[in-house]
């Protein structure tokens, strides 16, 4: 059943019932089976890189593949939309998706892995932007933020509980299961969307298709995603090839934009950012992905480099904070629906990310899972406060072919804050760690009283146990070569948490700036 809006156009018509819960259920489903894909490999890296005999940074490609594909395919998702019609390319999307994700599960190679891994990024980065404006497009612009409640829900969580699965997956069955577990999901998720997702209503195909744009497209932003990811592997602009790629990168974004602003029929419409709206939500949808991204990447490497917890440990102590984001999400949705300033809901969630973060940096090697209890949950709530408004905000007063352009450059913009936020936060830990480590190994030495007492307590406690006097010297210097390597950790990843912290109480200047309630 489907019913006419009461502020929109006659011609504009939204699914009601049963019908609009399957239709937004198979859209949620598909945007975390994507957003879920992003991650959950993470935690299976090394029994891949075993199985298929590639190395360490061999093995990296499988997740630099899927995130090139992503960035890649999001921005498009409008326009191929409009050219194959809604139904027929999500559809599409969603059974590209499940039959990659069977050949990747299939494969026995790397660079066999490695391209199935890039087509299933093709067919999931279609999948996450068609369900955003599939799901706003289910509700009247009066329950608008239920539908922006459910989408940001799946965005927070399905990058959480990818690597849970991921481990859980990998440790109790194999890493080929990562891949299998999407296609009976897939298979029902084709079949209902080919029964009930709509075509956008009111859109004309482009009479010519802009191959320019799309080639500018792939070679900017794919060089630019293989910067963010490569770069620290390759030891940023000290490689040739990340030159080469930063160069591709300028090139190809300078002529993609000149080019889509010139054009009658550009592949992705830009002038959309003449809305107020969308620029200012989509700066903020960079920093959220910047924040939200960093913050679970940190943790889990701090966790298992400092604390010595599992991989499995440490996913599963993500879940408590995702579910105090499923709880909060629809409080701020009734916040939105009463009307209230977007900007206090904002500001709400930037205090509580920084206060999570902020928290963490008091950690000690010997703190115990009791301490993240607290700034997790406030994590968890402090996600969903940010993130509804900034969904909101990215496409308020858009409908039709414009709300998936929107969409779409709203998604682009937020993976990259993802892969920015990561790369700034790898090279601050490496920079960190090794300027901590020359000044706690300058302290130990012959002169040290404290360094000397250390070293000849160990070696007393390793001779009693049966070592030699000179190999329980060099036992207990190695000892405290190890202490120091845990400390020096332990430092530069709480200097990380408190950085990210104060960077976000920056963006609350940024906040209040904005004028939400205008459109143009």
């Not at 997790?376 to 990215?394: E, N, T, Y």
């Not at 190890?482 to 976000?504: D, I, P, R």
């Amino acid at each position: 059943m489907v019913v006419n809006s009461s502020t929109d156009s006659p011609a504009i018509v939204y699914p009601t019932g049963a019908t609009r819960a399957v239709l937004v259920g198979t859209a949620i489903a598909c945007a975390l089976l994507e957003l879920i894909d992003t991650t959950v490999v993470n935690v299976s890296l090394s029994e891949i890189s075993g199985n298929i005999g590639a190395s360490t940074t061999e093995i990296a490609w499988v997740v630099t593949s899927y995130g090139i594909a992503n960035v890649i395919i999001i921005p498009l998702s409008a326009m191929l939309s409009v050219l194959f019609g809604r139904k027929r390319y999500f559809t599409t999307s969603v059974v590209l998706f499940t039959l990659s994700s069977l050949m990747c599960g299939l494969s026995d190679s790397l660079w066999t892995l490695v391209f199935w891994r890039f087509v299933q990024g093709l067919g999931g980065g279609g999948l996450l932007s068609t369900s955003q404006s599939i799901i706003f497009g289910a509700f009247p612009p009066e329950k608008q933020a239920t539908g922006t409640a459910i989408f940001g829900l799946g965005v927070i969580l399905g990058p959480t509980f990818g690597p849970v699965m991921g481990g859980f997956i990998t440790d109790n069955l194999s890493w080929h299961w990562v891949f299998f577990i999407n296609v009976p999901i897939g298979l029902i998720a084709a079949i209902l969307a080919w029964k009930f997702v709509p075509d956008l209503s009111g859109v004309k195909k482009p009479d010519k298709m802009d191959w320019r744009g799309i080639a500018f497209l792939i070679i900017g932003l794919g060089s630019l995603q293989y910067i963010l990811e490569e770069g620290g592997a390759h030891d940023w602009f000290e490689s040739s090839e990340i030159m080469l790629f930063t160069v591709l990168a300028c090139i190809g974004l300078l002529a993609f934009v000149w080019r889509e602003l010139s054009i009658d029929f550009p592949a992705v419409n830009l002038k959309l950012y003449k809305s107020y709206n969308l620029k200012v939500g989509n700066i903020l949808n960079l920093l959220v992905g910047t924040a939200i991204t960093g913050s679970v990447f940190i943790f889990p490497l701090f966790a298992q480099t400092s604390l010595g917890w599992t991989a499995t440990q440490t996913g599963a102590f993500l879940i408590p904070g995702s579910l105090a984001t499923a709880v909060s999400m629809p409080i701020v949705a009734r916040f939105l629906k009463k009307g209230t300033n977007p900007k206090i809901l904002m500001i709400f969630g930037a205090v509580m990310m920084s206060s999570f973060l902020i928290w963490l940096s008091f950690a000690s090697p010997e703190a115990s899972g009791r301490f993240f209890i607290v700034p997790f949950l406030m994590r968890g709530v402090g996600s969903a406060f940010m993130m509804s408004p900034v969904i909101g905000l990215s496409v308020a007063g858009l409908t039709g072919r414009d709300l998936a352009q929107a969409a779409g450059l709203s998604n682009m913009l937020r993976q990259l804050g993802g892969a920015i936020g990561i790369a700034i936060i790898n090279i601050f830990l490496n920079t960190r760690t090794m300027e901590v480590r020359n000044v706690l190994s300058a302290n130990i030495n012959e002169f040290n009283a404290m360094a000397s007492e250390q070293i000849a307590g160990l070696s007393e406690k390793l001779k009693e146990v049966g070592y030699a006097a000179d190999e329980s010297y060099m036992g207990a210097v190695q000892l405290l070569s190890q202490a120091v390597a845990k400390q020096q950790a332990v430092v530069a990843y709480c200097q990380g948490f408190f950085v990210m912290g104060m960077a976000l109480i920056c963006c609350i200047p940024l906040i209040l700036f904005l004028k939400g309630n205008k459109r143009k």
